[in-house]
Every structure is written in C-alpha cells, then in structure tokens.
C-alpha cells in the first residue's frame, strides 16, 4: 500500500512539472538581440581594462617577484657550492695535516725505540760485563778455596789424630808420622771427595 | 523567479536606461558579474603580486602558480615567440575561468553562457591572430591553406576544406564554450526542478544528480576556460610559426 503511494506521488508529479516549469515564450534569451550592445559595451570595457591593468601593473611585478626569488635561489645555490668546495679542500688539508701528523708520531716513536734498544743494549752489556767479573772472581775464589781444602782438612785430621792417640794412649805421638798416614790416607781418598 | 530553465540566462537591465547614440548601453546583470568577474582577478592577483617574500603566502603562491601554468601552457603550445602576447592570454584565461566560476554560485548570471560575449572574444582573437599572421609573413601567410605534400589533384579540395576550417574558427571556439556553459547550467537547473517536484518523497535522486553535476560543472568551467586559451595559443602558434 506504502509502497503504491510512493510510486503514485512519483508519476503524478509529472503532471505537475508544467507548473514547476511554465512555458514561456522566447526561448533561448542569448538569441535575443536587445542587449547585445550593452553586452559588447560592457565585455569590451570591462575585459579591456582588465587587460591593461594586469599587462602594465600586475603581470610585470609577478614576473619580477619570481625572477628575484629564481635568482636569489640561484645565488644561494651558488654561495652554498662554493662553500661545499671549501669545505672539501678544508677536508683534503686536515686529512693532509693528520697524514703528516701520523708520519711525524711514527719517527718520534721510532726514534724513542731505537734510543731505549741502544740504552737497553748498553746497560745489557756492561751488566753482562759486571756479571762476568763477579763470576769469574767467585769462581777464583772457589778455585784457591778448593785448592786450600785438603792442606786444611790434613791438618785438622792431624790434631784430631793426635788428640785422639794422647788420649787413648796417654803419651805425645810424634806429629810428623802421623801426617804421613793422613797423606797417604788423603792421596788414597781424595780423589772421592775433592774430584781432583 | 520562474522555474523555466532558461530564465536564468535572462538579461535584464539594473539601474537607468543609457543610451549612446542610437545603442542601448545600459547596465545589465551580465554587466555586473563581467564587473565582479575582472575586479576579483584585479584584486587576487594585486594582493599576489604586492609584496615579494621569499617564502610565498597563499595568495602569492596562487598568483605565481598561475602566472607559471600559463606561461608554461603559451611556451608550450607556441613556443618563445609567443611571449608579447602572454598578457592577453592570461588575461583572456582569467577572464573566462572567473566568468565560469562566479557562474557557479547559485542565483549569480553566467557571462559566459551567451553566444554573443564568446563570440566576440573568439572573433576578436581570430581578426588578431589573422592580422598578426599577415604582419609576420605578408601574403606568405596564405600558405597556411596549402598544407605541403598534398598532390596537386586534390589541392583545391584541400585548400576549400582549409579555408572554411579557417573561417569556423571563431565560430566553434564561440560556440564551444556558449554551448557548454548553457548545456551545464541548463541540466542543472532542470534537475533543481525535479528535487522540487518529486517533492521529500522522491527528490533524492535528482538532488544526488544535482551535487554530482555541480563537481562536474566546476571542473566544466576550469576546462572550458582552459580549452578556450590553449586553442588560442594554437591559432597564434599558427600565425606566429608559419610550419606548411
């Protein structure tokens, strides 16, 4: 039923369209001719100032402002290329200044080694001298201290001998006869304990 | 006001008659928005052209914008020598691109929907183009209807179909716009008169149609306008870089 209502307003109104829009006569109203003049009058005079005011005022200033902006953006294209070259040959000199630099710390640090090897050597060779010397006097103390040792251990075991002959024998035992034994004793052993 | 979809192209007078001689002059509602149209170029472009910042405001960058576009569009089209007539042909751009827009604002007059201003802006740039022609390459210009290569049996053909091409310049540039403008106007009107006849219940529809004509004019009248200067700049290329 709605829905019969619906469709019913809808084609009905068609028949009111010849109300909404009502016939007039004429036509098309740009076919007709009475303003026409004015229409010409007013498009020549409005269209004309309007030419010459944007040619001789507006355009030339527009035209100025971006050929100001384009060649101050150009400006500053070429201010800032030219400092990118500065900096980079800023760059090349401080690459060129820390190249040197390096070279110069690695002859101080060569320098400083070789003079620290040339002392160490130094120092090396006159400790090695010292030691040597210490070494060869205490080998040639040894030497007449091993040479000493038996005189002095035939002598010690002559007293001790001849303490020993007195006390169990009570009577004084000629030295000389006893020393004889101990050498021969001596030459017998020594060989044992003096590896010589 | 009527409903009739052609009222809206009524022009009718505002203010006293004026007669200039035997002419009536008067001041006319088609008057007023060629009036409105020209000083809201005048006074966009002053406000974009005044001062000179470097960074742009938007009205700079609109005006700048659009004195690139067309000074693009001529060099483009026509090439360096067109350069002279750059002035015009912004002018004549803004000019119709204005008259279309303010067209589109409801219960304002389209300038530009009647035949008789196109026409004479159209005849106006052909009798400039055609004396801008004959300047540059004297009767050399005659040229222009004998296209090279053509063989000589069919030339006369060729230089009747040029000729009269030629001549309907003016007219299909006139009338190209005209019939748009009144053909986008009229629909328009047309299905505003439905929204109001089919009433709450079934005037959706045409009120849909309505909005998404109106998208549709608004770009119209871009191109339009747009079609109007580029076929200009065409004819002047012609005249200018005399190529048969």
Redesign the interface.
């Known amino acids: 039923m709605i829905k019969k209502i619906?469709f019913q307003?809808?084609f009905f109104?068609?028949f009111?369209?010849k109300e909404?829009?009502?016939?007039?006569s004429?036509?098309?109203?740009?076919?007709?001719p009475?303003?026409?003049?004015?229409?010409?009058?007013?498009?020549?005079l409005?269209?004309g100032?309007?030419?010459v005011?944007?040619?001789k005022?507006?355009?030339p200033?527009?035209?100025?402002?971006?050929e100001?902006?384009k060649s101050?953006i150009q400006e500053n294209i070429e201010a800032a290329e030219k400092q990118r070259e500065s900096s980079v040959s800023k760059i090349k000199e401080y690459d060129d200044i820390i190249l040197k630099s390096k070279l110069q710390a690695k002859n101080i640090f060569k320098d400083a080694r070789e003079k620290v090897l040339k002392d160490i050597n130094l120092k090396k060779e006159t400790l090695d001298k010292q030691i040597d010397e210490e070494i060869k006097k205490a080998e040639q103390e040894i030497y007449v201290l091993k040479k000493k040792a038996p005189e002095k251990i035939n002598k010690i075991a002559i007293e001790t001998s001849s303490e020993i002959v007195k006390k169990l024998i009570g009577a004084d035992v000629n030295n000389s006869s006893i020393s004889a034994i101990v050498d021969d004793l001596s030459k017998k052993n020594g060989n044992k304990y003096y590896g010589n | 006001m009527?409903?009739?979809?052609?009222?809206q192209?009524?022009?009718y007078?505002i203010g006293p008659e004026i007669k200039?001689g035997a002419?009536?002059?008067?001041?006319?509602n088609?008057?007023l928005f060629?009036?409105v149209?020209?000083l809201a170029?005048?006074i966009i472009?002053?406000l974009?052209?005044k001062k000179?910042s470097?960074l742009p405001n938007k009205i700079?960058l609109l005006?700048?914008l659009s004195?690139?576009f067309i000074s693009k569009m001529i060099s483009d089209t026509a090439g360096s020598k067109a350069k002279p007539y750059?002035?015009?042909i912004?002018?004549l751009f803004?000019?119709v691109l204005f008259c279309n827009m303010f067209g589109m604002i409801p219960y304002t007059f389209t300038?530009t929907?009647?035949?008789?201003?196109t026409f004479?802006?159209a005849a106006f740039i052909f009798i400039g183009v055609t004396v801008i022609g004959f300047i540059k390459h004297g009767f050399g210009y005659l040229k222009l209807f004998v296209p090279s290569g053509v063989p000589i049996v069919l030339l006369p053909l060729i230089v009747v179909i040029e000729i009269i091409s030629y001549l309907s310049r003016p007219i299909s540039l006139s009338v190209r716009l005209?019939a748009n403008m009144?053909a986008g106007h009229t629909m328009m009107k047309v299905f505003g008169?439905f929204v109001?006849?089919?009433?709450i219940?079934?005037g959706w529809l045409p009120l849909s149609f309505s909005v998404a004509l109106t998208g549709l004019e608004i770009l119209v009248a871009f191109l339009q306008a747009y079609v109007f200067a580029i076929l200009t700049c065409i004819y002047l290329n012609d005249a200018l870089n005399l190529h048969h």
């Not at chain 1, 200033?61 to 971006?66: F, G, M, Q, T, V």
Request: avoid cysteine; aromatic fraction near 18%.
């Open positions: 619906f307003s809808i109104n068609f009111f369209i909404v829009f009502p016939a007039e004429g036509g098309m109203p740009q076919l007709n009475e303003f026409w003049i004015s229409q010409i009058f007013w498009l020549t409005t269209f100032i309007l030419y005011v944007l040619s005022l507006i355009l200033k527009i035209s100025a402002n971006l100001l902006r101050q | 009527a409903a009739n979809p052609m009222t192209f009524e022009v007078r200039l002419f009536d002059i008067s001041f006319t088609a008057s060629m009036v149209s020209s170029i005048l472009f002053n974009g052209s000179n470097m700079q005006a700048e004195y690139s750059f002035s015009f912004f002018s803004m000019f300038v929907s009647h035949i008789i201003v004479m802006l005209f009144m008169g109001i006849s089919l009433g219940v079934g």
